[in-house]
């Protein structure tokens, strides 16, 4: 008869996050991980399959949690605009807060990552530029109902945001607090092109 797990999966997925989030992907190791998790190596594997596995659920379970204040702003606000500065001021206060490690897992978790684990910096990848895709679908928005002035290069425009927004969890990770984040974002948002009502 097979021996049921005893442990918690959804609380060692959780300290699993936190862990991949503090130190990234290729510095977590398995023994560190089973450590933090409470659990011995075999039931991480018979849990979770292997740390790659272990980390895209990690990732998922970030977007759907922490990281989920993005898709709200997005798709909440009632233009590209407000939208836009949301996730900013959202961002400022998620990747300074002191209840969790500071900036983004999606950003900051393949940063120094070797050739092996080019598929770990794929599925980062992805998630960025499915957010910027995002960003970009709300300007064009704007764009379209006569927000912006004609000619906008949205692109441009989301790749620069996508841009502040990484450089954001870079900043926090480096010690920039609440009140400095929030200043990059005003100012940020000082770049968003006035429409001409000329």
């Known amino acids: 008869m097979a021996r049921q797990r005893a442990f918690d999966r959804e609380a060692a997925l959780e300290t699993a996050l936190l862990a991949f989030w503090r ?3 290729e510095a977590t190791s398995i023994a560190e991980l089973t450590a933090a998790m409470g659990i011995r190596p075999p039931s991480l ?4 399959g ?3 596995r272990l980390f895209e659920e990690a990732v998922r379970r970030y977007q759907e949690t922490y990281g989920a204040f993005t898709t709200r702003a997005l798709a909440e606000e009632p233009t590209g605009r407000a939208a836009i500065e949301r ?3 959202e961002a400022a206060a998620e990747y300074a807060s002191s209840e969790h490690p500071a900036g983004c897992l999606v950003i900051t978790g393949a940063v ?3 050739p092996e684990s080019a598929e770990v910096e794929d599925l980062l990848r992805g998630f960025r530029e ?3 895709a995002a960003i970009k679908r709300r300007i ?5 109902a006569g927000r912006l002035p004609a000619g906008t290069d949205t692109a441009g425009l989301a790749t620069f945001y996508a841009a502040v927004i990484q450089g954001m969890s870079t900043q926090s990770r480096d010690g920039a607090s609440h009140a400095d984040l929030l200043r990059v974002a005003e100012l940020a948002m000082s770049a968003w092109p006035s429409a001409d009502t000329s």
Do not use: E, M, P
Request: hydrophobic share 35%; proline share 0%; aromatic share 12%.
């Open 140 to 144: 064009d928005d704007d764009l379209a």
């Open 130 to 132: 499915d957010a910027k």
């Open 50 to 52: 292997d740390k790659r």
């Open 45 to 48: 594997y018979a849990a979770f």
């Open 112 to 114: 120094n990552c070797g």
């Open 23 to 25: 130190h990234g992907y």
């Open 87 to 89: 996730v900013l001021r």
